[in-house]
Each structure stands twice: as C-alpha cells, then as structure tokens.
C-alpha cells in the first residue's frame, strides 16, 4: 500500500508471506465416521501462503524458495492467471536423486513413483518468483508446532547433509 499505483505497474510483485506453522496433523482416534461427531468442512490449507500478483497476461512462472544460505529447497513452475494468486508452499523440499530414477521417467505409470524431498526445516526463506525478465521477492517464515517438543534441529540438519551426501554418490 505504500508503494501506492507504483505497485500495479509491475509485472509482478510478490508480498511477504505471514508466519506459517508446521502442524502436525493426524486422525484423532476412534474418529473414523463423520457419524461420531466428526468435523466434516474446509480446512486450513496446510502450508506458508504466498501472495503473487500477476499485472501481465496470464502464465507459466517459475517459483524458487531458498533457505537463509541462500540454497533453493523447492522449485516449481506455477500457472497463475492475471491479478492477485495464492501459491502454498508445503514445507516440502526438492527430492534427492535415487537409483532408477531414469527408468521411471520411460514407465508409463511414472506418476505413481513420485519422489518427496522431506520436510523443511523451520525457519526463515525467501521465495522467488520469475516471470519473464523481472522478479520478485519475499520473506518467508516458518515455525514448528508449538504444541510439541521443539525438535533437535542440528539432528534435523545433519540428517539431510548425509542423505545428501549419499545422493550425491547415486
């Protein structure tokens, strides 16, 4: 809003996301039924919400989020149409290469064989939004669930350098 008419007149402007929790979701138990009293509506989409406004035509654009080293955890190319768009990032980073992982690009059923990169960590990223020549940045935050134990974070990350590691070599 301080930017005023200024803003409109970009081809693409992306505004900072509020802060998103990791939650932690599951069934409750002996909650199987929407006969038990079970809440039966929409949902919260889980994720960081990413607000994208698009003043040139409608398109393909490519989306980068990056962790604080500036490394891209999650890249996609995201169809938005002109005007303002919710993109939700879902705390799920790139995957890692595997064995086979060629081969399954040739099988018809590829689509079954999609590999998930893991979670995120919670912290601070940037998303990065391409479209055309110009770009467009903002902040990002997550935070874990503050109803559980905080996790081992430097555990987390050492995690991930291994697999990475280990991907490395495939």
């Given at each position: 809003?301080?930017?005023?008419?200024?803003?409109?007149?970009?081809?693409?402007?992306?505004?900072?996301?509020?802060?998103?929790?990791?939650?932690?979701?599951?069934?409750?138990p002996?909650?199987?039924?929407?006969?038990?009293?079970?809440?039966?509506?929409?949902?919260?989409?889980?994720?960081?919400?990413?607000?994208?406004?698009?003043?040139?035509?409608?398109?393909?654009?490519?989306?980068?989020?990056?962790?604080?080293?500036?490394?891209?955890?999650?890249?996609?190319?995201?169809?938005?149409?002109?005007?303002?768009?919710?993109?939700?990032?879902?705390?799920?980073?790139?995957?890692?290469?595997?064995?086979?992982?060629?081969?399954?690009?040739?099988?018809?059923?590829?689509?079954?064989?999609?590999?998930?990169?893991?979670p995120?960590?919670?912290?601070?990223?940037?998303?990065?939004?391409?479209?055309?020549?110009?770009?467009?940045?903002?902040?990002?935050?997550?935070?874990?669930?503050?109803?559980?134990?905080?996790?081992?974070?430097?555990?987390?990350?050492?995690?991930?350098?291994?697999?990475?590691?280990?991907?490395?070599?495939?």
């Amino acid at each position: 809003a301080k930017e005023g008419k200024s803003l409109l007149e970009k081809k693409i402007v992306v505004f900072d996301a509020p802060e998103a929790i990791m939650a932690a979701t599951k069934n409750l138990p002996g909650y199987y039924f929407y006969g038990d009293a079970m809440f039966k509506g929409e949902n919260r989409q889980t994720g960081s919400m990413i607000t994208v406004f698009l003043s040139d035509k409608e398109g393909t654009v490519s989306m980068n989020i990056s962790d604080e080293s500036g490394k891209v955890v999650k890249s996609a190319d995201i169809n938005l149409q002109r005007g303002f768009n919710r993109v939700f990032w879902r705390f799920d980073r790139n995957p890692l290469p595997s064995a086979g992982q060629a081969i399954q690009g040739e099988d018809q059923r590829g689509r079954y064989f999609r590999n998930f990169g893991g979670p995120a960590l919670p912290g601070r990223y940037i998303a990065s939004f391409k479209n055309g020549e110009e770009t467009a940045t903002a902040g990002l935050i997550t935070r874990y669930d503050p109803r559980l134990p905080e996790p081992d974070i430097n555990a987390l990350k050492g995690n991930r350098e291994r697999a990475e590691r280990i991907a490395s070599g495939i």
